[in-house]
């Protein structure tokens, strides 16, 4: 469970992102769309601990992130557009790290399945160099998820994966969400957004312009029966 | 193209003075200018006495000369990577190699570019040392230079293209390594046994033992004869112009360095394998670079980086300490990411220098400056270690929105981060005090009795952990506070700015340093004192006063990893790096 509450953050007199108040159930894939720089990645920073909210409160898992920081961000993985990781560690050693930072204590049991399942198991004595972007993004993976988080955060997951890459990343996306986990998945690629999640966020210079399923934003906007997303999003954000 | 050459180069550095007044404005980058001004006039303009010179003759400048060039050569070949120093940047890739352009003249056009850099390197050289002083006839002095700068240009491509073209035909480093190993071996070798039998060794020995001036006249004199002569004549013929001491001497000389920088062209133009796919390898990188700082993240690793990953020292279990996990990660990039060639280097000087000291008359100089050398190696890697070390926060700075994210406290974090170089700066300082402890047992050393150096030993290896551990947690807190002083970036890196705030850094850590020293040597005075006082004495006194330096600078450790946990926690990248 996502639970955010008037989450606001300014950075001198810029407002970033303005008194956004939303929550995702486990289960439900949330798409978080808008133009560029109306907020979506401080947004998402700010969910995961990156940044601070100027005002408001943001709850994963039930654990308040300002104030129980640790736990709530054992619950959590981020998964950004571009994967992250260490230049001098292993595949495997990024795992091994993983499960030592987020205390997992059956890791040596996990870390061979997970490998196996992301395709990964030939490669794990390789550095972050010798692996293509599709396996960087693999390994990305398989950090964010190998502490099972109850909360996943998606930043422009498709960008840079061949065709292949982008089938497998779509199905993780909606596998992780039936087996309970609240998913927020920020991208540009409206298709992606209305293929695989379950309820719409639209923002627009930092404000939330509109927030359900596509039918219940459409329901409450009349003018926009029978357009696309793309129609719909360029009319609810007037670009 | 002499004129695109031209045009590009005014322009981009009048655009790029433009730019970097903007930023001026800026108190951060202005303080940093003021300062980095006031560097360079202390460097290179104040009016100071002549630097080095004095009674050796002008011989011995041309010797040193050759012989450093020559060593530059010898390990370019040794030691160098593919990576051409004639980088393309993204943009010239992207504009030359799809312009209608010859090969030839897309090389010549980046060596006419790179032409400005060069001729500016030279002009701070000569100045660096001129002592204040300018006259006219240190110009030639900046053209002599110029020209060997260029040369070495040349020929560091050339062996950036061979090795490419090695590399191509299935030859490993190793083996390019060993070949030319073997190769520069045979020369020395071949040039050695050529001139051992007229003796010339000796006299050079003995004219050394004379002095200096006499040294050098004779090593001089069998630099240019025989075989040595034929082949350090293009070493020598380079070097000569800059060292002329007037216009006709100068002219004289010019005419065979143009003619080695004629042949160096020439090779380089020839080469076999095509330059482009170098350059362009080199240019995909520098983009990789560049577009990983300008998004805040951290760039892919440097040249030679892409190599199968060295085992680890010790394998991470999956279960256990988080805080040790983050330090094993910053072992491992040291481990991983650190050459073979300083450490080869410093041991091979090790060994020359015992070497050398060991052919005096006196019984046990050898083992005395290995002994001496030894302990310089601790001395430095306690001392300059945690500047020269990165791999903690001040290289995980641009993963930090990954650092953050780790549902770990700041404390834990922080301390995780120093923990990484800390182990290895100890390690290195250990290893070295044992050496030279031990090496110190082969001889004798009036009034240090063994109990007594074992007494040093403990004193000092006990001392160490603490003082690298204060000195490298300063330096993260530097990257804490000021991460965009310390960022290092294409768009931010370079200028007067930068120099004047990395000496504002560094001004600042070691004020911090001393502060932090005061208690910790209070707190020594004391149970030196109290040691005295039990009946401990001479030496032995230093292992009390070590332990009090420990434990107060472990405590203040420990206080300063708590506050730069929480600053840590409460900083915001996006506002720090991004912005």
């Known amino acids: 469970m996502i639970e955010v509450q008037g989450l606001t953050k300014l950075y001198g007199s810029l407002v970033a992102v303005d008194d956004l108040s939303f929550s995702v159930a486990p289960g439900e894939v949330l798409g978080l769309v808008g133009p560029n720089g109306a907020g979506k990645t401080t947004t998402l920073r700010s969910l995961v601990g990156i940044i601070r909210p100027t005002r408001g409160s943001i709850r994963i898992g039930g654990h308040d992130l300002d104030t129980d920081p640790v736990e709530a961000k054992r619950h959590l993985a981020f998964m950004p557009d571009e994967p992250r990781l260490f230049e001098y560690l292993t595949v495997e050693e990024h795992l091994r790290l993983t499960a030592r930072l987020y205390g997992i204590q059956d890791a040596e049991g996990r870390i061979p399945a ?3 399942e992301l ?51 779509k199905q993780t996306i909606v596998e992780r969400a039936r087996q309970g986990a609240a998913v927020i998945l920020s991208s540009h690629l409206l298709q992606l957004v209305e293929e695989v999640c379950t309820r719409v966020l639209v923002i627009h210079r930092g404000r939330l312009v509109a927030i359900g399923t596509i039918a219940e934003i459409v329901a409450s906007r009349p003018d926009l029966q029978g357009r696309s997303l793309e129609e719909i999003f360029l009319a609810l954000t007037g670009t | 193209m002499i004129g695109s050459a031209l045009y590009l180069a005014r322009h981009s550095l009048v655009n790029g003075i433009r730019r970097r007044l903007k930023r001026l404005r800026q108190p951060k980058y202005m303080v940093g200018f003021a ?51 004639l980088v393309f940047t993204p943009a010239e890739t992207h504009f030359l190699f799809t312009a209608p352009l010859t090969r030839h003249q897309v090389l010549n056009f980046k060596l006419l570019r790179s032409q400005l850099a060069l001729g500016l390197s030279s002009l701070l050289s000569v100045l660096l040392f001129s002592g204040g002083h300018f006259p006219a006839t240190r110009i030639l002095r900046v053209l002599g230079l110029w020209l060997v700068f260029a040369t070495l240009q040349m020929h560091s491509g050339v062996t950036a293209l061979v090795r490419q073209s090695l590399e191509e035909h299935g030859v490993t480093a190793v083996r390019r390594r060993l070949g030319a190993f073997v190769l520069l071996a045979g020369i020395v070798g071949a040039a050695a046994f050529a001139l051992r039998g007229g003796g010339q060794f000796a006299g050079v020995q003995a004219a050394f033992m004379a002095g200096p001036a006499s040294g050098f006249e004779a090593l001089s004199t069998l630099l240019h004869r025989g075989v040595l002569g034929v082949l350090t004549w293009p070493l020598a013929a380079l070097v000569r112009p800059a060292l002329a001491p007037d216009l006709a001497a100068f002219a004289a000389r010019l005419p065979a360095a143009l003619l080695v920088v004629a042949v160096h062209y020439v090779w380089l133009v020839r080469s076999s394998v095509a330059f482009e796919e170098v350059a362009v390898e080199s240019a995909e990188r520098m983009a990789r670079r560049i577009a990983a700082w300008r998004s805040g993240r951290r760039p892919p690793p440097a040249a030679g980086a892409a190599k199968r990953a060295r085992p680890p020292l010790t394998r991470l279990a999956a279960t256990g300490s988080p805080v040790r996990a983050i330090a094993w990660k910053n072992v491992q990039a040291e481990w991983r990411g650190s050459g073979v060639r300083l450490p080869v280097l410093i041991g091979i000087g090790v060994i020359v220098v015992a070497w050398v000291a060991s052919l005096g008359e006196e019984a046990g100089t050898g083992l005395q400056v290995l002994a001496m050398l030894f302990l310089m190696v601790g001395a430095m890697a306690v001392v300059f270690g945690p500047y020269g070390l990165r791999n903690d926060l001040r290289s995980d700075l641009q993963l930090w929105d990954l650092l953050k994210s780790y549902p770990l406290r700041g404390a834990d974090l922080v301390a995780g981060e120093a923990l990484g ?56 807190a530097a990257v804490l506070f000021f991460p965009a002083w310390i960022t290092v970036g294409p768009a931010r890196a370079a200028g007067v700015e930068m120099i004047g705030q990395r000496l504002v850094t560094m001004v600042g850590s070691q004020v911090l340093l001393v502060v932090a020293l005061i208690p910790a040597l209070v707190m020594a005075s004391v149970a030196i004192a109290i040691g005295g006082l039990a009946g401990v004495t001479g030496v032995w006194l230093a292992v009390p006063g070590a332990v009090a330096v420990a434990v107060t600078l472990a405590f203040e450790a420990r206080l300063a990893v708590v506050w730069l946990g929480r600053v840590f926690e409460r900083s915001d990248p996006a506002a720090e790096i991004g912005g």
């Open chain 2, 35 to 85: 300062v980095g001004l006031l560097y360079y006039y202390w460097l290179f303009i104040r009016p100071r006495g002549q630097v080095g010179g004095g009674t050796l003759p002008r011989s011995a400048a041309e010797v040193v000369a050759i012989l450093g060039l020559g060593a530059l050569v010898a390990m370019g070949w040794l030691f160098g990577s593919s990576r051409s120093p």
């Open chain 2, 421 to 476: 170089p800390v182990t290895v700066l100890t390690a290195i300082a250990w290893a070295s005090f044992l050496a030279g402890f031990f090496v110190s047992l082969g001889f004798d050393m009036p009034g240090f009795s063994v109990s007594e150096r074992v007494a040093a030993l403990l004193a000092a290896a006990i001392a160490a952990p603490a003082l690298l551990c204060v000195t490298t947690l300063i330096q993260n």
């Open chain 1, 114 to 116: 997970l490998l196996r």
């Open chain 1, 119 to 169: 395709e990964l198991a030939e490669k794990t004595g390789a550095l972050p160099d010798e692996l293509s972007r599709g396996m960087k993004q693999k390994l990305a993976i398989a950090c964010g998820l190998l502490h099972e988080p109850t909360a996943l955060l998606f930043d422009e997951p498709l960008t840079g994966l061949d065709p292949a890459g982008m089938r497998r990343m």
